[in-house]
């Protein structure tokens, strides 16, 4: 017998990837809803109820409302908005983040999916605040540069129609000025920090990839660690990890530029540790593709955890 999923806002750009990589899943049906069924609260309420599992792609506020129609006990969710990524009773699935993080979203109930930008921020930083060598209460910056899928429908059209009257001839633009960007609480939260970080995001005219960069002045650090600390404890972290590599401390040395686009159709995240130890700085890096390990592939991911099946099942 295979499993029932159900994805909850399938035609929108989550949705649609996370779709297009189960769609030839001989262990899972997808519960499809016509286009007139999709916009019916009871059809809908049928649908929450009767999946073994849910995925939610929606809004925060209908990915709520469609957690709260959920009456059945045994559906599982796996929740793609930003609705419960700091809320109680969610496991935070990012599975290579904390040691044993794999088996908690295997049991779990219910499962928030990380924000793309937030994922390239924690698996940079959590490591290392977990071994003592970023303390908690250190302020930190991350600057970091999208494609402009990671905005949706609205922004693919912004970005992609000349038709439209939202039509923009944008290369660069940067945005969340007012420093309340919504992956910040899940970054402080799932980093241990006592403070957020200052989030410097960016949309550049590129479909899909990311880079998030956390820059970091070694000298006033604890023990001023040099760039090798860095890389060893980040290198241990992920050893053995079938979706996050860690660059080899060489590349960083030699590499001159990195491009956002170096992961885009892949479900995995590279980390890059460069530096400068004579004046004391480091530049760590994360490249993703924000559709594939920071969103749809992450999803996956979580659902292979949660039916006990290998985590890169059709990932890979």
Not at 43 to 49: I, K, S, T
Not at 77 to 102: C, K, M, N, V, Y
Not at 198 to 215: H, K, N, Q, T
Request: glycine residues 8%; charged residues 20%.
């Amino acid at each position: 017998m295979t499993v029932r999923v159900f994805i909850d806002g399938a035609a929108g750009t989550t949705g649609l990837e996370i779709r297009e990589r189960l769609a030839d899943r001989g262990d899972l049906t997808l519960v499809r809803l016509s286009e007139a069924d999709r916009k019916s609260v009871r059809a809908r309420r049928e649908a929450l109820n009767e999946a073994d599992l849910v995925i939610l792609c929606l809004p925060d506020e209908a990915a709520r409302e469609a957690v709260a129609m959920v009456e059945n006990p045994a559906v599982r969710i796996i929740d793609a908005s930003t609705a419960h990524r700091t809320a109680p009773g969610w496991i935070f699935g990012f599975p290579e983040l904390e040691p044993g993080q794999a088996d908690r979203i295997a049991t779990a109930r219910r499962v928030s999916n990380p924000g793309c930008y937030a994922t390239g921020f924690l698996a940079l930083v959590r490591p290392l605040v977990r071994a003592s060598v970023i303390p908690p209460d250190f302020p930190l910056t991350a600057n970091a540069v999208s494609g402009y899928s990671g905005g949706g429908k609205p922004m693919i059209e912004e970005f992609e129609n000349r038709a439209s009257p939202r039509y923009v001839e944008t290369v660069v633009r940067t945005y969340g000025l007012t420093l309340a960007h919504k992956h910040a609480p899940e970054m402080q939260k799932h980093a241990g920090l006592t403070h957020p970080p200052l989030f410097a995001p960016s949309v550049g005219r590129f479909y899909r990839g990311m880079i998030v960069e956390v820059p970091l002045q070694l000298w006033a650090l604890p023990g001023r660690p040099d760039v090798a600390v860095l890389h060893d404890a980040l290198a241990e972290h992920y050893r053995g990890c079938p979706l996050v590599e860690v660059a080899k401390l060489e590349d960083g040395i030699v590499m001159q530029t990195l491009d956002a686009e170096m992961l885009k159709l892949t479900n995995g995240m590279k980390l890059f540790v460069f530096g400068n130890d004579k004046h004391h700085q480091a530049r760590l890096i994360a490249v993703l593709d924000n559709l594939g390990k920071g969103a749809s592939g992450a999803a996956v991911q979580n659902l292979n955890l949660m039916l006990g099946l290998p985590e890169t099942t059709g990932l890979i």
